[in-house]
Every structure is written in structure tokens, then in C-alpha cells.
């Protein structure tokens, strides 16, 4: 007789095992990022660095990580690689999200002939193409330029019109479209026109019987101003600056020699006097670093630059400075590229750019060598980097034009690459995309 045959009980399987999803974050500037995994599990992140949605995954199980809000700070956009993917017996750790300055795809160069010549830009050699101009209703002297970090709208400050205009930016062409007949400018005569990076607010210097720096709030969907408030600032304030986090503002004074700093309200852009700090005779327009630590400004009728470290709480520049170092003739405009490893200025009255090297400790300034990176440039008045910091494009007096150059990403020099018409007499360039 068969002896029946023992059967041990089946173990039952263990819980299935969940692990984290976790990944880096570099680039960002401000607040207002969002990430989510599959479609939920929203994580705040507010800075650099590593970051760990709080729920797990089920090994087996799907992850899906994506941008659900991008920064408010519209001069970054952010995207995730590395994201998506089946659950392992192990943790994810390597998702990035990198946050880096859309290209720009259009240029808009305001002229003295009251127009404003609107271009396309080549990805990859970074030339202007073919010109539009687009008339505008401005009377006598335009004075400043500015585009909304969205790339939807730009701005013009009239000196002898009295008025700021606006634009809407068609998105497919880059041309431009006149929003209303301006709006009139309390006081005085515009002299200088910014938008802050979140693109809720703009701000004009104006010159008059008493210098003011005025507050407009910018309608998120028509692009249209309206007057908020204004405050008072030196005698003829030809500098006008925004932090690239949309903290501070600075204002340079040519006759009184001095940048005033103001801190922003974060609700209503309203301006709260910092700091004043003296500096070199006739300041150009402060620049500021795109991390937000060093600000540089050249003395024109000293043929020198100036370097200073900014209080990070209070947006306060350094009475003493870091350093200062000769450069050309007649410092009009100073640009520093993405990587805050470089500084440049446009010398009017030699028709040259000079070069520096940025110490990343101290903000010491270093010319290059040699020091003279551009030579031949006809009348400069304005020297801009384009967003994503590979190109440096020159506004040029003398011949109407624009030209291009290539930053060497090791040394920081330029190599001439074209240059393109303007309308008569440019003054400045904004670039939208």
C-alpha cells in the first residue's frame, strides 16, 4: 500500500518591493518649478541639486517624470531627460531635469529713423536674415528696446513722443504689430526701457525737471501697460538694469556718477531704494552676471571697468568694488556671456570690444589677451549676447549695422561671422523667440 505523499504548504510571496525615483536639477533660476511622476505626485522644486518624489514605484511598475509648471522666471525653460521607464529591483537616481535660455529665433533693432528692423537669426551661425521693418507712431528720438521674456511682445521708449509703445511679436515671423498709440509717460522724456524676467512688469527711466524710474504692470495676454508707481533716481538715468532672477533693479546715473539699487516686490513691482554706490565718471548700464552674484560697469570718461560683488540678500552692490581694469576708449555697453566666465565692452570712441576673464571666486576682472577681441567696429553703441550666450552680436552707428561674432567657449574670443543692414542710425537690439 502506497504511503500518501506529504505536500508542504506554499510560502506566501512577500509584499512586492517600491523604490524612489529621484534625479538632479541644474540651471534654475527662481522659483515656480514643478515636477510630476505619472501624471501626479507634484514635487516643488525650489533650487539646484538633487530632488526625491515623495512616493515610490512598484518594482514592474511604470515611472513617468515631466515638467508640470516651468520656473517663473520665463528667460529659463526646463526639460527632463533620463525620465521615463519599468521599475527595477533598485532606485532610480538618474533623471535630470537641465534648465537652460531658450534660443532666441528673432532680433529687433531699434533705429533712429523711428522704425524698428525685425530679423530672423540662423541657429547655427547666428546671422540676421533678411530685414522687416515695422513703422511706428513714435514722434522724434526712440530711446530704448525691450522684449517680454515670453517673445510675444516688445517695447519701445520714445523720448520725444513721451510714450512707451508696444508690440505684439507674431511667433511664426517675428513681425511686428503696433499695440494701441502708446502710453503717455508721466513727467519727463523715456530714456531707458526693461522688462523683468517674469515678464509681469517694465520699467522706464525717464529723464526731465526730476529723473524717475516708473512701474508698469504688463498684461499676461494683450501685452499692454498700465502705470503702477515711480520713484526717484539720479539726473539723467542712462543705465537701467533687471537682475536675472527679477530681484533688484539698477540704475546708473551719467551726471552724478552712481548706480542706485531697488529691491522689487515680488505682488506689485512697486521699487524699494537699496543702495546708492558711487563710481567712475559718466556709468554705462550695469551688468549683471546671469547668476546674479557680480555687477560690472564701465566708466566712459575713465576708459575703464568696474567690477562689484552683490549682497545676495539685499541686492546691494560693494562700496569698495573688486576691481577695475582699463579697457578702450569710450566704454559704451558691456555684455558678460552664460557662463559668467566672460565681460565685454563696447569702445565707442576707439570702434573696438574689449575682452575679460572673470575670476568665478571673487569677480576680479582680468583683460584677455590680447585684450582687443574685435577691432574695425564701426561707431559702436550697444553690445548684446544672444540667450544662449554662443554669439555676440555689435550695433554699429557708423554703416547702419549689426554684426555677429562667435565666442570661443575656452578663451572667450570672438571671430567675425557677418553682418546685416539696419535702418538709420540703430540705437539697440532685443531678441524674442
Known amino acids: 500500500m502506497a504511503l500518501p505523499v506529504s505536500t508542504a504548504p506554499t510560502a506566501p510571496e512577500g509584499p512586492t518591493p517600491h523604490h524612489s525615483v529621484s534625479g538632479t536639477v541644474s540651471g ?23 530632488f526625491t518624489f515623495p512616493t515610490s514605484v512598484a518594482k514592474g511598475g511604470a515611472y513617468a517624470v515631466t515638467v508640470k509648471a516651468q520656473p517663473k ?43 524698428v528692423s525685425s530679423y530672423t537669426i540662423d541657429a547655427v551661425s547666428g546671422a540676421l536674415g533678411t530685414a522687416f521693418n515695422s513703422p511706428t507712431s513714435m514722434l522724434g528720438f526712440p530711446a530704448g528696446i525691450a522684449a517680454h521674456p515670453s517673445g510675444r511682445f516688445v517695447y519701445v521708449a520714445g523720448f520725444s513722443s513721451g510714450a512707451v509703445h508696444a508690440f505684439s511679436a507674431d511667433t511664426a515671423s517675428g513681425r511686428l504689430s503696433q499695440i ?27 529723464a526731465g525737471s526730476g529723473s524717475r524710474l516708473l512701474t508698469y504692470a504688463i498684461d499676461q495676454v494683450s501685452g499692454a501697460l498700465s502705470f503702477s508707481s515711480s ?16 530681484r533688484f533693479v539698477y540704475v546708473t546715473s551719467e551726471i552724478d556718477d552712481n548706480v542706485r539699487a531697488f529691491a522689487i516686490d515680488d505682488t506689485s513691482g512697486s521699487l524699494g531704494a537699496v543702495s546708492l554706490v558711487n563710481t567712475g565718471p559718466a556709468p554705462s548700464p550695469v551688468a549683471v552676471d546671469p547668476a546674479g552674484r557680480f555687477a560690472y560697469v564701465a566708466n566712459r570718461n575713465a576708459d575703464s571697468l568696474s567690477s562689484y560683488p552683490i549682497d545676495a540678500t539685499s541686492g546691494a552692490l560693494s562700496a569698495g568694488g573688486v576691481s577695475t581694469v582699463r579697457t578702450g576708449r569710450g ?33 576680479a576682472l582680468a583683460p584677455m589677451t590680447p585684450s582687443v577681441v574685435a577691432s574695425n567696429v564701426n561707431v559702436p553703441v550697444s553690445i548684446v549676447l544672444d540667450p544662449t550666450g554662443r554669439f555676440v552680436y555689435v550695433v554699429q552707428l ?23 543692414r539696419t535702418g538709420m542710425v540703430p540705437l539697440g537690439i532685443a531678441f524674442s523667440r
Open 28 to 50: 534654475l533660476l527662481g522659483t515656480g518649478l514643478v515636477l510630476q511622476n505619472n501624471a501626479g505626485d507634484d514635487l516643488v522644486v525650489a533650487a539646484d541639486g538633487s
Open 73 to 115: 522666471i520665463l528667460t529659463r525653460t526646463c526639460t527632463v531627460s533620463q525620465g521615463s521607464g519599468t521599475m527595477a529591483d533598485a532606485a532610480v537616481t538618474d533623471v535630470s531635469v537641465a534648465c537652460a535660455a531658450p534660443a532666441a529665433r528673432f532680433a529687433h533693432v531699434l533705429n533712429n529713423d523711428s522704425t
Open 180 to 206: 494701441g498709440s502708446g502710453v503717455a509717460i508721466p513727467g519727463g522724456s523715456a530714456r531707458r526701457i526693461v522688462v523683468d524676467p517674469t515678464g509681469r512688469f517694465a520699467y522706464v527711466a525717464i
Open 231 to 246: 520713484v526717484a533716481v539720479g539726473a539723467n538715468p542712462l543705465g537701467l538694469t533687471v537682475d536675472p532672477m527679477g
Open 331 to 363: 566704454p559704451i555697453s558691456i555684455a558678460t556671456d552664460a557662463t559668467g566666465r566672460f565681460v565685454y565692452t563696447a569702445d565707442y570712441s576707439d570702434g573696438t570690444v574689449s575682452g575679460f576673464t572673470v575670476d568665478a571666486a571673487s569677480g
Open 398 to 420: 557708423g554703416g547702419d549695422t549689426v554684426s555677429v561674432y562667435g565666442i570661443d567657449a575656452m578663451s572667450g574670443a570672438l571671430n567675425a561671422k557677418s553682418s546685416s
